[in-house]
């Protein structure tokens, strides 16, 4: 299979010929519209991007709608130039090779099956292309087909399919050419939330049969989760943090990452301070003073930073339910093991989600709408961030 290596790849679309005429004079500083940066060039929708895929691994591309991750993934497979910067797979240069000399397969968002075509003749049409023998078409075609349990839809078309049933022949046509590297462009978007968990299943299902690399783009963080070796978050054409769905979530690199992954979002008090209690670090809400854990004392202290306001992210379910911080019960949503609570405390809107499993009935009743809860969390899940900057102290 290959590698593939990104060395400081930028996308610029360039400016129509009514945007020229507008430009700013030279020696202007580049405007923002919508978040992407504008240049005398261009719009530029991916910055700078650098990583390193290894062979057979499954990487993540996840952020908001325009971050760039489908452009990114366009760029890989040669469907948009690429404006800046260099492409390898492998040890070969591709900026300049066409998509279909790459060795590499893509699934898309809508499918993108033919209409007139069986399935059987969907998944072979590439093979044909080829002028793959007969035989090894056949073969080819059949294992895909059990490998994604369509066997009994060959002779089908696509407008007798549903959609998770279209999405599995997708994936099969592009399975069957063997290619270097699978790309995805968010392939389960289209279907409902029952059907989406079970063809996330059944990729991490064929990514062990298959063995190839994946690169995958999606806007759902549950997604990137559970599907990625590695996560790459973007955020208007930048690279926000990469790392594995446990680095990501226990230790985001900035404000935008920590409330971007994690559902419900992490809480975040811009009210807080960084303070020092008989030489340890500690953050004070509120009323509530929490001394940090030893790992992060040792971080903070490495770094040797001061006393200061930060923003202090704590996760809801790391809140837990006692003597510290009062406030008052506006939404509770019941979610069978856990109780999901609103809570308006110090003049914002606080969400903990309680564990209802060593709970009576009457305990999981007193949190019902109206009540008033005391809450505190423990110094091992403060995320502290930076109010200048937005970036984890820690980081």
Do not use: W
């Not at 978040?35 to 991916?46: C, E, M, P, R, S």
């Not at 489908?70 to 040669?78: C, D, E, V």
């Not at 991490?204 to 783009?217: D, G, H, M, S």
């Amino acid at each position: 299979m290959a590698t593939l290596t990104l060395k400081n790849v930028k996308k610029i679309y360039p400016h129509s010929e009514d945007t020229k005429k507008s430009k700013k004079k030279k020696g202007d500083q580049p405007e923002k519209k919508s978040n992407l940066q504008i240049t005398d060039k261009g719009v530029v929708a991916v910055q700078e991007f650098n990583l390193e895929i290894k062979d057979k691994e499954f990487i993540v591309l996840v952020g908001p709608s325009g971050c760039g991750k489908s452009t990114t993934l366009r760029m890989i497979a040669g469907l948009e130039e690429i404006s800046e910067g260099e492409l390898y797979i492998g040890d070969r240069l591709v900026n300049d090779v066409a998509p279909k000399d790459r060795d590499i397969a893509m699934v898309f968002q809508n499918y993108a099956l033919y209409p007139h075509m069986t399935v059987y003749d969907n998944m072979a049409f590439a093979l044909k292309l080829r002028h793959t023998p007969k035989d090894e078409i056949d073969k080819k075609v059949r294992e895909a087909a059990e490998i994604l349990d369509i066997t009994q839809y060959l002779g089908r078309k696509p407008k007798a399919l549903s959609g998770g049933q279209r999405q599995r022949v997708a994936i099969g046509r592009a399975i069957v050419r063997d290619p270097q590297v699978m790309l995805m462009d968010e392939p389960l978007s289209n279907l409902d939330a029952k059907l989406r968990n079970q063809m996330r299943a059944e990729i991490i299902k064929l990514r062990e049969r298959i063995n190839t690399t994946f690169i995958y783009v999606t806007h759902d963080q549950t997604e990137a989760m559970t599907l990625g070796d590695r996560i790459v978050i973007m955020k208007d054409g930048f690279i926000q943090q990469i790392g594995t769905p446990q680095e990501v979530f226990n230790h985001p690199y900035n404000l935008f990452v920590a409330t971007f992954i994690g559902t419900p979002q992490m809480n975040m008090f811009e009210n807080a301070k960084l303070i020092k209690v008989d030489g340890k670090y500690a953050v004070q809400l509120d009323k509530l003073t929490v001394t940090l854990s030893e790992e992060k004392q040792a971080k903070l202290a490495a770094k040797n930073i001061p006393e200061q306001d930060v923003v202090l992210g704590v996760r809801p379910e790391h809140i837990e339910l006692g003597e510290g911080i009062s406030g008052k019960v506006d939404v509770s949503e019941m979610m069978g093991s856990s109780v999901h609570l609103h809570v308006t405390s110090m003049g914002r809107d606080v969400v903990l989600v309680v564990s209802t499993m060593n709970m009576t009935g009457a305990e999981v009743a007193a949190l019902s709408n109206g009540s008033n809860v005391n809450f505190n969390f423990p110094g091992h899940v403060c995320h502290i961030f930076s109010k200048e900057t937005g970036i984890n102290l820690e980081a």
